[in-house]
Every structure is written in C-alpha cells, then in structure tokens.
C-alpha cells in the first residue's frame, strides 16, 4: 500500500489534472438524477447533517434539469424518509438513535422537504422516496430509464461518499455511462468529499466539471 502526506484534495487535484486519465463519456442520450437535495442535508442553517460544497449547487442542479426538460430527457430527484417506527430503514437505522439520526427523518417533516432554492416541475419530474444510499435500490429508477432508453447517467446531490457513489457505483454496474459534475456533489468534510471523488473518478465515473456537461447538452452528439 502507497503512503503519502498529502491531503485528499491535492490527491483529487492530481488525478484531475493528469492528461492522460481516460473516460468512459458521454452517450446519446442522458437522465439527470438529483439524490436527496432535502433539508436535512441542504440546510446548513437549520440541521447539524447538512453540508456545502459549492454556494452555486442548487443553481447549476436547476440549470441542468431545465436543459433536459428541454431536450424531453427524464429529470429524477429523490428523498429520504421514514415510518414513525423507523423500520423502513432497517439495520441502517439501528446504530444510534438521535433527533439527527437517518431513520428519524420523518414523513411530512423539514427534514424530508427539498431545498426551497430547487425548481422542481412536479408535472414532468419524476420523484422518487428511496430508503438506502443508491438511487436504483428498490426503486422505479431502472425500469424508467429503459424506458427512455437512456445510455448515461448524470448524478447530483449528496452525500459524495455516500448516497452519490453508491448511486454511481449502481449505474456503472447496470451498464450506463456515469456523469458527475463536481460542482452539483456535497459532503460534510473535504476529506471525504474529495477522497470519494477520486475514487469515482478512477473507476466508476467520469468526474467533470459542470461547464462540460452544459457544453455536451448544448453541442454534443444528442438524440
């Protein structure tokens, strides 16, 4: 095993940087999904498990899902929430028991809610509650994207370590190219935030900047 000293971030910096990183690109065709932008992880002001990476997230996430609405590619965003038991988190939910505990984000509550900056159209937009960290896990996610036809995947929101590389690691397992934008991923520390996005960009995405997935949106090889 290799040693170093130097931070997860000039690890990142590093693997970004090199010219020789290959890609698994763009497709044809895109689905845009926005895991878990709720409260509970958006709201700094209001909830000690929320986090910010990028002061611009909500905006570039809502710049995107118009640009796929244009184009009549699927917009997907997911949540988290659970029983007043907890049991639908199952043994996720059986390591502590606290008001900011996972399965203590209740339906109907703050916490579920998504981020009021979002631009959510509930008409065309495709919702999804999920209760483990992949977006795909016991949900509708795969047999929607079939039905678009979809080839690539571009995935936002939060946790990076979490719930974004799970997401990511299901997508690249189901066959679909995997997109995300560095701008539009949070995490509660650099640490991880930067960790998990080196290790996503070595193995099971393509890591980008977001301007790159605007510029393919506008210019690239679309349906």
């Not at 690539?152 to 929101?157: F, L, S, W, Y």
Request: with cysteine; glycine share 4%; charged share 25%.
């Amino acid at each position: 095993m290799e040693t170093t000293t130097k931070t997860a971030k000039e690890i990142y910096l590093e693997v970004k940087a090199n010219p020789a990183r290959k890609r698994f690109g763009f497709g044809r065709k895109a689905a845009l999904v926005n895991v878990d932008p709720q409260k509970a992880y958006t709201r700094t002001d209001l909830f000690k498990t929320a986090y910010e990476t990028d002061p611009n997230q909500m905006h570039y996430t809502n710049e995107l899902a118009k640009s796929f609405r244009a184009k009549g590619w699927p917009v997907i965003w997911t949540h988290v929430a659970y029983m007043e038991s907890g049991e639908d988190a199952g043994i996720w939910g059986t390591r502590t028991d606290t008001p900011d505990s996972l399965q203590n984000i209740k339906f109907d509550s703050t916490r579920t809610e998504f981020d009021d900056r979002l631009e959510i159209d509930r008409q065309r937009d495709v919702i999804y509650c999920k209760k483990m960290p992949s977006a795909f896990f016991e949900t509708q996610l795969q047999s929607l994207l079939v039905w678009h036809q979809v080839d690539t995947v571009i995935i936002t929101g939060g946790s990076t370590s979490g719930c974004i590389r799970a997401t990511a690691v299901d997508s690249l397992s189901r066959g679909y190219r995997t997109i995300v934008p560095e701008e539009c991923v949070a995490d509660k520390h650099e640490s991880y935030h930067f960790a998990n996005l080196t290790d996503l960009s070595l193995k099971y995405a393509d890591v980008v900047d977001v301007a790159e997935v605007f510029q393919w949106l506008e210019n690239g090889n679309n349906e």
